[in-house]
């Protein structure tokens, strides 16, 4: 079922070049073994909490290029920001990096509305 999910996201990309999820879809992605997990905000904002795996590169900083570059480009790439906008930005970045890339449409905040946190 999961490579099955797999498949049907990785089929569907959107025009961007990445896929928008909701948190159930995200939740599945990110237990995968293989999916690199990055939180795009600021490392004040993800020292007050963040998806438990993930590591921190912000999506504003200047050196942002040089750590998505860090990751495996033949592994998948999960990105979440605070509500979702600046995560969009991200994925677009690492798509044209050569990512596969899942993004969480209304980013932690929903996140932490669906794990009641």
Known sequence: MICTLFSALFGCQAA??????????????????????????TPEEYAEGHI????????????????????????????YCRGGRRSKVAAERAVKAGFKVFELDKGYLSWQAEHNF
Not at 59 to 79: C, H, M, W
């Open 16 to 41: 961007n070049g990445f896929k928008s999820l909701d948190v159930k879809h995200f939740a599945r992605v990110i237990a995968r073994e293989e999916v690199q997990l990055v939180d795009v905000r």
């Open 52 to 79: 438990e795996g993930a590591v921190n590169m912000d999506v504003k900083g200047a050196a942002f290029d040089e750590q998505l570059a860090t990751l495996d480009p033949k592994r998948p790439v999960a990105l």
